[in-house]
């Protein structure tokens, strides 16, 4: 992963677990889950998802646009 000097906000909910540790989600990217034993872990393990979370966005974004340059075509037209 590539480390970047733009900071984002995401907005983390997070539990006390039962069976001890905390859980985590990303409100902004709700796939971003994880967990830790402490609050602490759980910061770092979120960070973790939520850069795992975004280069797979990142991924299907650069897809779908190798997908659509095979549907683009060039006109000229007399103006």
């Keep these: 992963m ?3 000097n733009n ?3 995401f ?5 006390k ?3 001890g540790g905390f859980s985590g989600r990303c409100i902004e990217l709700p796939a971003a889950i994880s967990q830790g034993e402490t609050l602490e872990e759980l ?3 979120m960070t973790e998802a939520i850069l795992l979370v975004l280069e797979d ?7 779908k646009e190798e997908e659509e340059k095979n549907n683009i075509i060039t006109l000229e037209v007399p103006v």
């Design 43 to 45: 910061k770092k393990n």
């Design 2 to 4: 590539q480390a970047s």
């Design 17 to 19: 677990e039962k069976e």
């Design 7 to 9: 900071l984002q906000k």
């Design 11 to 15: 907005t983390i909910y997070y539990r």
């Design 57 to 63: 966005m990142r991924e299907e974004i650069r897809e």
